[in-house]
Nanobody
Framework: QVQLAESGGGLVQAGGSLRLSCVASAPMHAVGWFRQAPGKEREFIACISWGGSATNYAYFVKERFTISRDDDKSTVYLQMNSLKPEDTAVYYC?????????????????WGQGTQVTVSS
């Protein structure tokens, strides 16, 4: 069973940047990032295929967020630039024993505990 741990969240001003990390206890396959704001449903942010050849983003983070992976370190990153107050949420990484990119939360088998990102205006 893969265990995931997110880090890198925090408080940042609007327009700032953060880099989230998702470290796994075992080699990862396909990985996704999701977020959940208070009172809202969990939503898809970005995902990366096994091996990293394909990525997919939610339209509202394209050109601002970048997902990448370092399989030597069993780590997936989410670089977040030009942050907005509406990006405030708990961010989760998730992993599935699959090859492709997956945008639905139901497709993922393993989840981290989340890391809080707060963007002040």
């Amino acid at each position: 069973q893969v265990q995931l741990a997110e880090s890198g969240g925090g408080l940042v001003q609007a327009g700032g940047s953060l880099r989230l990390s998702c470290v796994a206890s075992a080699p990862m396959h396909a990985v996704g990032w999701f977020r959940q704001a208070p009172g809202k449903e969990r939503e898809f942010i970005a995902c990366i295929s096994w091996g990293g050849s394909a990525t997919n983003y939610a339209y509202f983070v394209k050109e601002r967020f970048t997902i990448s992976r370092d399989d030597d370190k069993s780590t997936v990153y989410l670089q977040m630039n030009s942050l907005k107050p509406e990006d405030t949420a708990v961010y989760y990484c998730a992993e599935v024993d699959g090859v492709y990119t997956y945008t639905r939360a139901i497709d993922y088998e393993h989840w981290g505990q989340g890391t809080q990102v707060t963007v002040s205006s």
